[in-house]
Antibody, heavy 119, light 111 residues
Framework: QVQLVESGGGVVQPGGSLTLSCAASGFSVNFYSFHWVRQAPGKGLEWVAVITMDGKNTYYTDSVKGRFTISRDTSKNTVFLQMNSLRRDDSALYFC????????????WGPGTLVSVSS | QSALTQPASVSGSPGQSITISCTGARSDVGSFKLVSWFQQHPGKAPRLIISDVTQRPSGVSDRFSGSRSGDTASLTVSGLQAEDEADYYCCAYEHHSASLLFGGGTKLTVL
């Protein structure tokens, strides 16, 4: 069955870096688009980034452009989110999601990994 | 990239129906059929309950339905049950920036 498991979260100082991983099982990442969506404690959902099915196109929310990079490694069947120059307002639970059909059909979600940016 | 507008909370009694609105713009909610709705229970990941404005994924109760009029999408939950108490989020594709926008979320309370 389809499974997504995020890892790599933790506590990091402002200005630091983290790389989140999203390990996929039950399917190949080659054939789907993936989004990262985050949720600050007690707050709503915020879209962060997407990588298209062909792996060639990536798009980001304005607040992370130039700091975050979404990528995938088909040999590891894993999607990544590299986060640099982290700020306190990047603190959130980060979810990896897989599209099923159209771009907003985020049909499969991992449990999330928590990122806390604090000194 | 402005968030979509949802009411902060709605409530209803068991068996009743409620509707949650999601207002955006012509460039997102009002264009294409790229609007989805998600249900999130506390401590859980969101769950897709409506895609493409009106489509229910397999396994989603037919008590959930979606619609759109102009730049406003709506989610209707009929025959309210205690298990429907959760947060609900709309999501739309914004085609100028090729990004996704989420609404601020609506807390549904079943009285």
């Amino acid at each position: 069955q389809v499974q997504l498991v995020e890892s790599g979260g933790g506590v990091v100082q402002p200005g630091g870096s983290l790389t989140l991983s999203c390990a996929a099982s039950g399917f190949s990442v080659n054939f789907y688009s993936f989004h990262w969506v985050r949720q600050a404690p007690g707050k709503g959902l915020e879209w962060v980034a997407v990588i298209t099915m062909d792996g060639k196109n990536t798009y980001y929310t304005d607040s992370v452009k130039g700091r975050f990079t979404i990528s995938r490694d088909t040999s590891k069947n894993t999607v990544f989110l590299q986060m640099n120059s982290l700020r306190r307002d990047d603190s959130a639970l980060y979810f990896c999601t897989r599209v099923e059909g159209t771009v907003t059909s985020l049909a499969h979600w991992g449990p999330g990994t928590l990122v806390s940016v604090s000194s | 990239q402005s968030a979509l507008t949802q009411p902060a909370s709605v409530s209803g009694s068991p068996g009743q129906s409620i509707t949650i609105s999601c207002t955006g713009a012509r460039s997102d909610v009002g264009s294409f059929k790229l609007v989805s709705w998600f249900q999130q229970h506390p401590g859980k990941a969101p769950r897709l309950i409506i895609s493409d404005v009106t489509q229910r994924p397999s396994g989603v109760s037919d008590r959930f339905s979606g619609s759109r009029s102009g730049d406003t999408a709506s989610l209707t939950v009929s025959g309210l049950q205690a298990e429907d108490e959760a947060d609900y989020y709309c999501c739309a594709y914004e085609h100028h920036s090729a990004s996704l926008l989420f609404g601020g979320g609506t807390k549904l309370t079943v009285l």
